[in-house]
């Protein structure tokens, strides 16, 4: 099949794949299927994002609903951890849709998530298992995350690899 007849896999030479990139909000236009560890890793740092809401709400409900020692400061608490479960959650839709801005973001969850999980991991409670599930999560997503598979699918160029911008070829 040539790509005239499946114009969802278009052939290029040169930049002139890239002419429109930035136009419809993309960063770079990637060929191919997304990697499996990408769509890992998104999959990793939205149940994260979803956790946080989850948590934000739990405290919100109990604070309105039950007898807190002190009503606004759960009602605080529930807002900030719904606010900011928005990182991880624009960070794992900028994942699947291949952003390399995403990366940033999804980097500075999982480094904010570890601290949190060693916290827990001190509790004399049943915060304990899950300090040990948010640090397997943020490892695991840190992984994921700055592998070389998925920088590439992101277009995240390392040092020394940088296109000349006339002639496409790498310095």
Same mark, same amino acid.
């Given at each position: 099949? &040539?790509?005239?007849?499946?114009?969802? !896999?278009?052939?290029?030479?040169?930049?002139?794949?890239?002419?429109?990139?930035?136009?419809?909000?993309?960063?770079?236009?990637?060929?191919?299927?997304?990697?499996? #560890?990408?769509?890992?890793?998104?999959?990793?740092?939205?149940?994260?994002?979803?956790?946080?809401?989850?948590?934000?709400?739990?405290?919100?409900?109990?604070?309105? !609903?039950?007898?807190?020692?002190? #009503?606004?400061?759960?009602?605080?608490?529930?807002?900030?951890?719904?606010?900011?479960?928005?990182?991880?959650?624009?960070?794992?839709?900028?994942?699947?849709?291949? #952003?390399?801005?995403? #990366? *940033?973001?999804?980097?500075?969850?999982?480094?904010?998530?570890?601290?949190?999980?060693?916290?827990?991991?001190?509790?004399? &409670?049943?915060?304990?298992?899950?300090?040990?599930?948010?640090?397997? !999560?943020?490892?695991?997503?840190?992984?994921?995350?700055?592998?070389?598979? !998925?920088?590439?699918?992101?277009?995240?160029? *390392?040092?020394?690899?940088?296109?000349?911008?006339?002639?496409?070829?790498?310095?």
């Amino acid at each position: 099949m &040539s790509s005239e007849q499946n114009p969802a !896999t278009p052939k290029s030479t040169g930049n002139a794949g890239n002419a429109g990139a930035g136009a419809a909000g993309e960063d770079t236009e990637h060929a191919g299927p997304r990697p499996p #560890r990408l769509t890992y890793a998104a999959a990793l740092v939205g149940l994260e994002g979803l956790a946080l809401v989850v948590g934000g709400l739990w405290i919100l409900v109990l604070g309105v !609903t039950g007898d807190p020692d002190d #009503r606004q400061q759960a009602v605080t608490g529930g807002v900030t951890l719904m606010v900011l479960a928005l990182l991880p959650l624009l960070a794992a839709r900028g994942l699947l849709g291949r #952003r390399s801005w995403s #990366r *940033g973001p999804a980097v500075i969850t999982q480094i904010m998530a570890l601290p949190v999980a060693y916290n827990l991991l001190q509790a004399d &409670s049943m915060a304990i298992p899950a300090g040990i599930a948010l640090a397997a !999560t943020a490892v695991a997503a840190l992984v994921l995350i700055v592998n070389g598979e !998925t920088t590439r699918a992101l277009g995240i160029r *390392g040092p020394g690899n940088a296109e000349d911008s006339d002639s496409g070829v790498p310095k």
